[in-house]
């Protein structure tokens, strides 16, 4: 049976913490297959909350060491859904 899973991160301060959610990313960009990342943004604001959807496959084993970093990050709220087929 495969597996996919999908994980919602919600960046309350992307100024703040950014720099320290790249890093995890970049440690484990092996299993990441891909990457949406959106923040409101007009020619008066541009938001300081982002939201990053990842879609995980390659070694389950490290889909649950990433999801712990980043909840590790403060200011950040992870959410999962996982899919078997």
């Keep these: ?3 996919i899973k999908v994980i919602g ?3 309350r301060d992307r100024i703040k ?3 320290r959610t790249q890093a995890v990313l ?4 092996e299993i990441i297959q891909s990457r949406l990342g959106s923040h409101e943004l007009s020619e008066q604001v541009c ?3 982002g939201l990053i ?3 995980l496959g390659g070694d389950h084993t490290r889909w649950d060491a990433l999801e712990e970093e980043l909840t590790a990050i403060g200011g950040l709220e992870v959410k999962e859904m ?4």
């Excluded at 970049?26 to 960009?29: A, G, I, L, N, Q």
């Excluded at 996982?82 to 087929?85: A, G, M, P, S, V």
């Design 47 to 49: 938001s300081r909350k």
């Design 17 to 19: 913490e950014s720099g």
């Design 9 to 11: 991160i919600l960046i």
């Design 26 to 29: 970049s440690r484990y960009d």
């Design 82 to 85: 996982l899919f078997e087929y």
């Design 53 to 55: 959807l990842l879609t």
């Design 1 to 3: 049976m495969k597996k």
